[in-house]
């Protein structure tokens, strides 16, 4: 019974605007590369979180099992994991290589005759583990510190700079080492926090915290402009509390950027994890990491280049993966990035 | 005659009272003397606004008159004097004991898209000082935000969009509906149709007429624009660098103004002939200003303005002239006014 301009009408007044998110979203998807990088994290993470299944049903194993005189069947014949090495001084022992067969060894042996294979697969959890939520909770605090103290000015701003200074005057790695080293042996108390010597919120938690300022520096930046614009001084005229102000006024203005710092940081994390462990001051044996896995295989470089060389490719896939989504996901949420050539 | 510029009389009709406000900003200081140089942004002004009137400041930018609307609604801190609003003393009330006085006085900015978070959609926009004040449930809310909608002239198919779907002009709407959701008494309105089309000013223009009309609001109406402030204003002040120089009825000041440089600022106004003026008057000489606004950093000894007035004679630069209060309730800060006192 409604005429033509009564059913134009009604879908005109329903109408709900795609928000900023769901605009960049379609965004991200359109773009191809951060697509693939995207199915390229999935699969490596899926892998990763399958570790116990392959270690248990596929490999017959466990990827702390040493077997230092074990054999096992290759090509119908039972042949040692480890052998006595034949060349040099005749020192050490070389273990099997890869067999490529996934039931046992499918990339050798280290040199304790653990399944280099299982190994990579719950070091990949470690690390991405690691990766993540370091990064997690590196965006949070250093959104967090950023916002206050970009908000607040005055002394709150000059402390918290400060003290983001000390962090940043320190070469990255040598702090991390630092810190690690200190923490290894007792753990770290922080009033209610308190984290195990051998765990792996230990490394987390070193990771986050030498990279809080990197994040919240850029966030500090942003605050500083934006707290000048006159909505957030109409958000002040209507009588709004400071936090108030800061949770729904700055918040959902410099939370793309958290988001994308986010890959960005992971990737970063990991790589920070990786050489930590590497230097034997990050995941604790027995806990294996991508990281601890190349140094594993340092020893082997000339006769099982396979024990570090599988990890690396692990790494470097999947920071590289994780730095082109991170690409796009900035695209995504900051157009004007774009339009700039990005960086 | 009094030569007392501050406003002694208790009128009870006088919602907002600004006693000598100066806001002073600090400079990095040179780095070799370490002494400091003070921006006076505001500079030991006295106006009251009367309930229900409209207030006109204008100014050149940068003579502080922005500056003074923040100042008369506490949105930044006052270095010196005092402001009342409707009786309550509020020159150094914290943030805490301001926010029952805020839902009272509202401020309509100039640039609507900066006004408006670019990622909060336009009902939530003007239902948060709403939410602030706790007005009541979600539903009452929800009304009260339609209702305001309506009464700017945004329909409710407006209330999920996001700011930048809207025009400039529908974006001011959304601002002015933000600022009358508390039901204020007061409206300090920064420039806030010198960002529009011309075609829209004057809807804008209207819609604060009407809206004035129907709540029987107060308006402080900064603009660097006569044509503007002369439309919408009862009483006009003329700043020039952080100093009220003429305060005055609108009729009287466009009628014959008394301080050089208001004179300037209407010659700079362009005539038009619509037939109705008498074409026995005079055509208007256009003057002229020399050289630019002086720094406000270094302002000039004397009278500010001696150094561009075409008037200006010895004592201009040697004595400042306070503003002076005619019986007539014309108010002018100059030696040699250009319209005899009385």
Known sequence: MSTLTDQLAVPEARRRSPGPWRTAAADLSRNRSAVAAALVLLVVVTVALLAPLYADHIAHTNPFQSHVSGTTVVDGRTVPVLTPSSTGLGLGVTPIGPTWDFGHYFLGADNQGRDVMARLLYGGRTSLFIGVTAALLCCVVGTAVGVVAGYAGGVVDSVISRVLDVIWAFPVYLLAICLSVVLLTDGLSLGPV?????????????????????????????????????????????????????????????????????????????????????????????????????????????????????????????????????????????????????? | ????????????????????????????????????????????????????????IVGESGCGKSTLGRCLVRLTDITGGRVEFDGQDITTLSARRLRPVRPGMQLVFQDPQASLNPRRRAGDIVAEPLLIHRYGDSAA???????????????????????????????????????????????????????????????????????????????????????????????????????????ADTETLYGAPAHPYTEALMSAVPEIDDGTGDPQAPRRERIVLTGDVPDPVARPAGCAFHTRCPYARELCAVERPRLAVTPSGRAVACHYPLVAAG
């Open chain 2, 1 to 56: 005659m009094t030569t007392d510029p501050r406003p002694r009389t208790d009128d009870p009709g006088v919602l907002l009272r600004a006693t000598d406000v100066t806001k002073h900003y600090a400079l990095r200081g040179d780095s070799l003397t370490r002494r400091r140089k003070v921006l006076r942004a505001v500079d030991g002004v006295s106006l009251e606004v009367r309930g229900g009137e409209t207030l006109g």
């Open chain 1, 194 to 343: 308190t984290v195990e010597a051998g765990s792996l919120w230990l490394p987390v938690v070193i990771i986050a915290a030498i990279y809080v300022p990197y994040v919240a520096r850029p966030m500090r930046g942003q605050v500083l402009v934006l707290r000048n614009k006159e909505f957030i001084q109409a958000s002040i005229g209507s009588g709004a509390p400071a936090l108030r102000v800061m949770r729904r006024e700055v918040l959902p203005n410099v939370l793309p950027t958290a988001i994308v710092f986010l890959p960005l940081m992971t990737a970063l994390a990991m790589l920070t994890e990786s050489a930590l462990s590497f230097l034997s001051v990050g995941v604790q044996p027995p806990d294996a990491s991508w990281g601890t896995i190349i140094e594993d295989g340092l020893g082997l470089l000339y006769t099982r280049p396979t024990v570090t060389i599988a990890p690396g490719l692990l790494i470097a896939l999947t920071t590289a993966a994780l730095n082109v989504l991170g690409d796009g996901v900035r695209d995504a949420l900051d157009p004007s990035a774009r339009l700039r050539g990005g960086v």
């Open chain 2, 141 to 247: 809310v929800r009304r009260r935000v339609a209702e305001l909608f309506d009464v700017v002239g945004l329909s409710a198919a407006h209330l999920d969009r996001y700011p930048h779907e809207f025009s400039g002009g529908q974006r001011q709407r959304i601002g002015i509906a933000r600022a009358l959701a508390t039901s204020p008494k007061l409206i300090v309105a920064d420039e806030p149709v010198s960002a529009l089309d011309v075609s829209i000013q004057a809807q804008v223009l209207n819609l604060f007429a009407d809206l004035q009309d129907e709540f029987g609001l107060t308006y402080v109406f900064i603009a660097h624009d006569l044509g503007v402030v002369r439309h919408v204003s009862d009483r006009i002040a003329v700043m020039y660098l952080g100093e009220i120089v003429e305060l």
